[in-house]
């Protein structure tokens, strides 16, 4: 299987102290899931490439890894996307 970022719409609440805590995600294909926990917040590299403040969080039952690009990421804009896995193509 190989790593690909998938680019979503996130909701995110915003501390006093200016951190971000993503709360519901817009996939897609429109269908909208909560965050239920944030497990781990830290800066880090995707297998799929980039990097940011990557999410480990909970949605579902299952644990996800949720990064937020910032502006000076390889896109150039601020954005999130979920790391998944797809069939590699050769």
């Given at each position: 299987?190989?790593?690909?970022?998938v680019?979503?719409?996130m909701r995110?609440?915003?501390g006093?102290?200016g951190?971000m805590t993503?709360v519901?995600?817009?996939?897609?294909?429109g269908?909208?899931?909560?965050?239920?926990?944030?497990?781990?917040?830290r800066?880090?590299?995707?297998?799929?490439?980039?990097?940011?403040?990557?999410?480990?969080i909970k949605?579902?039952?299952?644990v996800r890894?949720?990064?937020f690009?910032?502006a000076?990421?390889?896109?150039?804009?601020a954005r999130?996307?979920?790391?998944?896995?797809?069939?590699?193509?050769?």
């Amino acid at each position: 299987m190989c790593p690909q970022r998938v680019y979503v719409e996130m909701r995110v609440s915003f501390g006093a102290d200016g951190s971000m805590t993503p709360v519901r995600l817009k996939w897609k294909d429109g269908r909208i899931f909560e965050v239920d926990r944030v497990l781990e917040v830290r800066r880090a590299a995707s297998d799929a490439g980039s990097m940011g403040l990557r999410y480990t969080i909970k949605m579902m039952g299952q644990v996800r890894m949720l990064f937020f690009e910032d502006a000076y990421s390889d896109t150039g804009r601020a954005r999130w996307f979920v790391e998944t896995n797809v069939e590699c193509r050769m």
